[in-house]
């Protein structure tokens, strides 16, 4: 069994209210183990084997059912989240105050024709980095005064789903994980 980490999107946000102990319940009846929530916003802890795609769609299929709406749900092991707090690779890059990082999980690895497009985006308010399946992303106030970033409007440059945390998420989860 490896450790996972789900990440829902569209969790305890727009209405779509989802308390903590009813997802751990409905994360158990899947037959995954040691099942822990990090904050309210749709982290899933939980230890599981076999093939984690098939268990994706599983995830999917129960949230729809039970909730009543689609739930994109991003996996990664504990492992790769933390390399992902780790090795930001924007992290030399000089943010203006008030500028914000962030880190979207996609649902599969985009083609190469949509990283082109996406990085064809950066200017001095917003800065984009790819790295296999995750979208690095620096808003700066500026910008998001002007049109807040949003996970809708990266999905729809990239054409897939994708769920986006603070990047300090990632790292809080590890140290949870460590207490």
């Known amino acids: 069994m490896e450790q996972y980490i789900a990440f829902l999107r569209a969790v305890n946000v727009g209405g779509r209210v989802v308390k903590m102990d009813k997802l751990r319940d409905m994360f158990v009846s899947l037959g995954v183990k040691n099942v822990k929530t990090y904050i309210q916003s749709g982290n899933?802890?939980?230890?599981?084997?076999?093939?984690?795609s098939a268990l994706r769609k599983k995830i999917e299929t129960l949230l729809q059912k039970e909730l009543g709406y689609e739930i994109p749900t991003m996996i990664r092991t504990v492992a790769e989240v933390a390399n992902i707090a780790e090795n930001n690779p924007l992290k030399k890059v000089k943010l203006a105050e008030g500028a914000k990082t962030y880190v979207s999980f996609l649902s599969e690895e985009p083609a190469k024709e949509v990283v082109r497009s996406l990085?064809?985006?950066?200017?001095?308010?917003?800065?984009?980095h790819i790295s296999k399946s995750e979208v690095y992303s620096i808003i700066s106030k500026k910008a998001s005064d002007k049109a807040p970033f949003s996970n809708a409007y990266l999905e729809k440059?990239?054409?897939?789903?994708a769920t986006t945390r603070n990047?300090?998420?990632?790292?809080?989860?590890i140290q949870f994980l460590n207490k």
């Not at 899933?44 to 984690?52: L, W, Y």
């Not at 440059?157 to 789903?161: H, Q, S």
């Not at 990047?167 to 989860?173: A, D, E, F, R, V």
């Open 119 to 128: 990085l064809a985006l950066n200017n001095e308010d917003l800065t984009f």
């Open 44 to 52: 899933v802890i939980f230890d599981a084997g076999g093939n984690i």
């Open 167 to 173: 990047l300090s998420i990632p790292g809080k989860i």
């Open 157 to 161: 440059k990239i054409g897939m789903a």
